[in-house]
RNA sequence: CGGGAAGUAGCGCAGCCCGGUAGCGCACCUGGUUUGGGACCAGGGGGUCGCAGGUUCGAAUCCUGUCUUCCCGACCA
């Protein structure tokens, strides 16, 4: 390693990069703005990816795939949608190239001009409902719960790695209902759904809300989000469940004949959540040593560091963590054995430090002539010398504490950084000097939530779910307001 | 699209002011000694200095243009 991991105080955001290049997550491209996602990093994304899938099918949706390409008619069908994401779409006009007849290599062939241009996907709203159109005729075709796992295209003038890029992975649900109480219930329940992975398996507590009317999504009646905090204070959007109302069934004209025998336009749902987790991940559990991964995600559990002297020594530590690593593994623990001669144990040891493995084994001829390993936890770093006996049950313990103490931690600092404010001095002052959520009276208007943006770069995150009702007065205005809301400056 | 900075070996950088034909660290290759917190010694390979012009006997270095990237803004369901 040429860099040490820069210090947060100093520059979040060079400390931010490090820690996901360094990490082996990914790294930036040939591509604008876009990313290569490493095998490590993807194997990450795909644990994650497994936890939510199983968790959709639970919950009674099943798996479909749309295309790429959206003709550009269908994306200006919804008024809002179209406004929301026409000034970052990336656009295919042409479908051949050829041999420039001047010299200077390919150009594009000027005859081979599409008739309609294609957007490449920025959100998969309009080429399914267009679809849906078509399946869906009697209210015995509802609900209709599908989900689609992809890649979408937003072309953001600023990028960051895996928080904003130009091209990112993610899962969207798009679903139909009969009645608007469905639907509510639908992107409700999938707002939990997301609110329940990012708690149990990322261990990053979030705080479950809707968005006010100025940052709900482009074509949406209602937003639900769920929002966390980074460790510099930083707010982080990392899932959104979406009530559509009626809005794409009567853009893309989708009706259904209900028991009545009525003709009835049906009532939608979408939510998604993206690699833009795996930043929130990074950013809410690391330290200045490299990544700290939740044990239930973690591409890797364990890592067995042997120390050896000479091939004799080396073939005995290896019959020993033969045997360890087939009983860890028995439990369905995953874990690696890495005895590359090319580098020696510290190096080893830093390398898996920056990756984020919760638990590193070293196993040595002394610990070999005393039936014992040591053992180290990522999260405290904590060493401990114990017995081959019971280790994989204390393997598995040390697992499930990693993960209740990283979501402890998290909690922690997310609760200690949620400042209930009255005035605006204060509000200001809380804000620069602490960060975190600012918890205040909003009167309700959007002129007033655009006013405080502009003064301090602060949004309201959200509105949470349950809301405790309390009259007050504006933070900003002195105009009543019925309840607090959640400002804070976000990424 | 505004403001700043940078493009020199796979990565990180020095050299540029004051022009003379390219260097350091890491990585890589060979040999040896090492291995309980990022080893050491010796030897070695690798670069049209972002691109295009210009000035000059001579350009990484000076001048002009251009492209790209990063940072700060603007933008961002």
Known sequence: ????????????????????????????????????????????????????????????????????????????????????????????????????PNGGGLIVDPEAKLEEELIVRPTSETIIWNTYKDWIKSYRDLPLLINQWANVVRWE??????????????????????????????????????????????????????????????????????????????????????????????????????????????WATSWGVSTRLIGALVMAHSDDDGLVLPPRIAPLQVVIVPIYKGDEQKAQIGAKAAELIAQLKGAGIRVKYDDNENTRPGWKFAEYELKGVPVRIALGARDLQNNVVEIARRDTKEKQTISFDGLTEHVQQLLTDIQENLFKKAMHYRDAHITIVDSWDEFEKMLDEKGGFISAHWDGTAATEEAIKEKTKATIRCIPLNNKMEDGKCVLTGQPSTQRVLFARAY
């Open 1 to 100: 390693m040429s860099k040490e991991i820069t210090s947060r105080e100093e520059d979040y955001s060079g400390w931010y990069n490090d820690l996901v290049i360094k990490g082996s997550l990914a790294d930036y491209s040939a591509v604008r703005g876009c990313m290569v996602i490493k095998p490590y990093g993807f194997a990450l994304w795909e644990n994650m990816r497994d936890a939510l899938d199983k968790m959709f099918k639970d919950t009674g949706h099943v798996n479909a795939y749309f295309p790429l390409f959206i003709p550009k008619s269908f994306l200006s069908k919804e008024a809002a949608h179209v406004e929301g994401f026409a000034k970052e779409c990336a656009v295919v006009t042409h479908y051949r190239l050829k041999n420039d």
């Open 157 to 266: 003038m600023r990028t960051r790695l895996f928080l904003r890029t130009a091209e990112f992975l993610w899962q969207e649900g798009h679903t139909a209902h009969a009645t608007s109480e469905e639907a509510v219930a639908e992107a409700e329940q999938m707002l939990e759904v997301y609110a329940t992975f990012a708690e149990e398996f990322m261990a990053l507590p979030v705080i479950r809300g809707v968005k006010t009317e100025s940052e709900r999504f482009a074509g949406a009646e209602n937003t639900y989000c769920i929002e966390a905090l980074m460790q510099d204070g930083k707010a982080l959007q990392a899932g959104t469940s979406h009530f559509l109302g009626q809005n794409f069934a009567k853009a893309f004209d989708v009706k259904f004949l209900s028991k009545e025998n009525k003709l009835e336009h049906v």
